[in-house]
């Protein structure tokens, strides 16, 4: 069971490096633009995170303010995602730029939470 949980703590960890890889993809061509792939990966943080939340195994003490915080960080990166997709094709144009340094900030901010905290 500490093996399944610790694959499940590997593809959270993944989610996060694939949204933040994507952002730093984007940003080192200076196109500024949100992507499937960012919203691919923090769907994956989202669904690993929702499932290492649950008392599994028995003995496991969670850390609610930890799982607390990093919810309301994904929900705010996605909403930023979200406005940033909505945007992109209406206008055609790229996110505002402080738009897309907040997603890749808060990117690093949770991933670091997850293995700091």
Same mark, same amino acid.
């Given at each position: 069971?500490?093996? %399944?949980?610790?694959?499940? &703590?590997?593809?959270?960890? !993944?989610?996060? +490096?694939?949204?933040?890889? *994507?952002? #730093? /993809?984007? /940003? $080192? +061509?200076?196109?500024?633009? !949100?992507?499937?792939?960012?919203?691919? =990966?923090?769907?994956?943080?989202?669904?690993?995170?929702? #499932?290492? #939340? *649950?008392?599994?195994? $028995?003995?496991?003490?969670?850390?609610?303010?930890?799982? @607390?915080?990093?919810?309301?960080? %994904?929900? &705010?990166?996605? @909403?930023? %995602? @979200?406005?940033?997709?909505?945007?992109?094709?209406?206008? @055609?144009?790229? &996110?505002?730029? *402080?738009?897309? #340094?907040? &997603?890749?900030?808060?990117?690093?901010? *949770? $991933? =670091?939470? +997850?293995?700091?905290?």
């Amino acid at each position: 069971m500490e093996l %399944l949980r610790n694959v499940v &703590v590997l593809l959270h960890i !993944t989610g996060f +490096a694939v949204t933040f890889g *994507a952002w #730093a /993809a984007e /940003a $080192a +061509a200076r196109r500024f633009r !949100t992507t499937r792939l960012m919203d691919y =990966g923090l769907l994956l943080s989202l669904l690993t995170g929702l #499932a290492l #939340a *649950a008392p599994w195994p $028995a003995g496991i003490e969670l850390n609610y303010p930890k799982i @607390g915080t990093k919810l309301v960080i %994904l929900i &705010v990166i996605g @909403g930023l %995602l @979200g406005m940033g997709s909505v945007r992109q094709k209406r206008t @055609g144009e790229a &996110v505002p730029r *402080a738009m897309f #340094a907040s &997603v890749g900030i808060l990117v690093f901010i *949770a $991933a =670091g939470i +997850a293995v700091l905290w």
